[in-house]
């Protein structure tokens, strides 16, 4: 009796295990995108890696799709075209600001006969160097995804970003005297250049809302399938 009760929860568990078990996720599907970028003339456009620029916004649009994107040109029959005039695009001058400061801690020095702490001040005068860039960008966008209901989205973007960076130059006395927070932001960052600037604008809200049409086409064309 008790080996048949046995046998009996062996198989009541393996059925609900056998349940339970996930399905094995569908391999996704991969969709050809073409990716059409176009920069004004202009002094700073003019550094913008448009190459570099176009594999970072497919990194970025790619994120949690249900489905592969594969860069392809515009001649190879796409099924999603995305077309992005970038436009006004300043980086404005430079703003570099130098503040003295003096600054001091009580560290401790040693211990007296009693055994308690002898404090000693120590100090030191630091270079306080703060940048300020401007920049600001409007994005033209024009996306279309070739279905039986063919998708049409259009809308232009404008960004603005403020990039501010402080850090501590040429100092003067006791190193000691320095808060660990200060000490570690010596020298000086490195400058972003147009590539990281344009970015950062694409970033606060077109490369979002683009994601957004795509994913939410994706999504939806992945639901009726199943």
């Not at 005039?85 to 980086?91: G, K, Q, Y």
């Not at 063919?150 to 973007?157: G, I, L, S, W």
């Not at 809302?209 to 009726?224: G, L, M, P, Q």
Request: hydrophobic share 40%; glycine share 2%.
């Amino acid at each position: 009796m008790k080996k048949l009760t046995l046998i009996f929860c062996i198989l009541i568990f393996s059925g609900i295990s056998c349940k339970t078990q996930k399905q094995p996720r569908a391999p996704k599907i991969d969709v050809p995108i073409a990716i059409n970028i176009q920069a004004e003339n202009s002094s700073n456009a003019n550094y913008i890696n448009l190459s570099y620029y176009r594999f970072q916004l497919l990194n970025a649009i790619e994120q949690f799709q249900s489905v592969n994107f594969v860069l392809v040109e515009a001649d190879e029959n796409p099924e999603v075209i995305l077309n992005l005039d970038i436009e006004n695009f300043m980086l404005w001058p430079k703003d570099e600001r130098v503040s003295r400061r003096r600054v001091s801690r009580n560290i401790v020095a040693g211990t007296d006969s009693n055994g308690k702490p002898v404090y000693q001040t120590v100090t030191a005068v630091v270079d306080i160097v703060q940048i300020q860039q401007r920049t600001n960008a409007r994005f033209k966008t024009s996306l279309s995804i070739k279905a039986e209901t063919p998708v049409k989205f259009q809308r232009t973007f404008l960004a603005n970003y403020n990039y501010v960076n402080s850090y501590v130059d040429n100092i003067q006395g006791d190193m000691r005297a320095l808060d660990p927070s200060i000490s570690m932001s010596r020298g000086m960052a490195i400058d972003l250049t147009e590539d990281d600037y344009i970015l950062i604008l694409s970033k606060q809200e077109m490369i979002r809302r683009i994601a957004d049409e795509i994913r939410k086409f994706y999504d939806s064309k992945t639901k009726v399938s199943k």
